[in-house]
């Protein structure tokens, strides 16, 4: 794939203000047109070193020239040329590489609000494929293949500095658009049920929901949770793949390994009290699952966790 662009100006991040939060994640408050809220960075410099921060707006960022390590919300992985990311909002994010002489880097980034569209466009049939495609972005997702193909081009044309307004928002929503196919997209962290919470709101649901996370951290049995609901556990069963897309066993192995990552940014406990306080309570299957969903030991996790602050 030839990653090569329009040209455009090169644009220092469109930043009024960052302030502190815990995890030393920032608060990058984006300014944009108010005619078309679309923000466009065409970034370059010796290498990527923004520390991880977050914002109400989605981003869509595609790597050009770079390596390093990319970390969206609980994923951490190593990035290279063509790495094309939609973050959703309020996700903490960043891209990370070293400084190597004779090399630079540069990303072309998009930055939107969800409601970019219009209030009620989500909400309309035309805009449903749309919401899913922002809900699944709170975890990260990534593209590659035909579909990133397709939306390389359409950025080279988005960047193009002769594109009205209008058109830009219309690039925009082609480039959305090839990104609600199924194909070549994978969802980079682990799930939570805000989505689900705010498309689905029955009684039940959110018993189950209010359940689950009280009692995360100890055993929690099927059977327990579908008498809570009032139904037979095979009819449980059925009722959790419907509304959660998954088995009641992977869905609570997920929030656990999910709460286990947001521990181990955390200095105060070991590795041993992290698995007790996500709900394992036994080392050897905590370390089994969590190489599992996220492919390194949980000692690796940290570790690299820990390698944020190298650069930030």
Known sequence: MSLSLAASNPREPLLRGVYPRKNRTNLEVITSDPICPLTLLDVRAESFTYPLHFHPELE?????????????????????????????AHT?????????????????????????FGEDFLDSPLGRPLQALFDHSAQGISFGGAVRERVVEKLKALFAGT???????????????????????????????????????????????????????REMTQREVAKLAGLSTAGFSRFFSRH??????????????????????????????????????????????????????????RRLARSQTRWS
């Not at 969206?72 to 094309?84: A, E, H, K, V, Y």
């Not at 070549?184 to 705010?198: C, E, S």
């Open 163 to 217: 594109v009205r307004p209008l058109d830009r928002a219309g690039l925009l929503l082609q480039i959305l658009a090839e990104m609600t196919t199924a194909e070549d997209q994978v969802v980079l962290g682990l799930g939570g049920h805000a989505a689900l919470r705010k498309n689905n709101s029955s009684q039940v649901l959110d018993l189950v929901i209010a359940h689950i996370d009280e009692h995360l951290d």
């Open 244 to 301: 959660f897309g998954k088995t009641f066993v992977t869905y609570i192995a997920e929030l656990r390994i999910k709460r286990a990552c947001q521990l181990l940014l955390d200095n105060e406990h070991s590795i041993a009290e992290v698995a007790h306080l996500s709900g394992f309570h036994n080392l050897a299957n905590f370390n089994r699952r969590f190489f599992r969903f996220k492919g390194m030991t949980p000692s690796e996790y």
């Open 92 to 116: 903490p994010h960043c891209w990370l590489s070293d400084k190597v002489h004779g090399q630079s880097v540069r990303a072309l980034v998009v930055q939107f609000p969800e409601n970019i």
């Open 60 to 88: 869509l960022t595609l790597v050009v020239h770079g390596r390093g390590q990319r970390y969206i919300g609980d994923s951490i992985q190593n990035f290279g040329p063509g790495d094309l990311v939609l973050v959703g």
